[in-house]
């Protein structure tokens, strides 16, 4: 996941303090976050995957495809 991340904040040409004021968190967190030594919660990797306009699956390398699900009516 943390390569993920890494890869779409540099897709935007984001800093990692942009990141982190997004998901409403501290700079330190996103950092571990992206290093790997921490795991993000469910509701930071809905804010990235809707920044991203993503599927969770994606950022979770569940899948290779970005696209995210259709929403619902």
Do not use: H, W
Request: hydrophobic share 30%; charged share 35%.
């Amino acid at each position: 996941m943390n390569t993920r991340l890494r890869d779409l904040r540099e897709d935007k040409d984001l800093t990692q303090k942009q990141c982190a004021e997004i998901a409403y968190i501290s700079k330190n967190s996103y950092i571990r976050y992206e290093n790997g030594e921490r795991i993000p919660p469910l509701d930071t990797i809905i804010k990235f995957a809707k920044y991203y306009n993503v599927s969770i699956d994606y950022i979770a390398k569940l899948t290779d495809i970005k696209k995210p699900y259709p929403k619902s009516k």
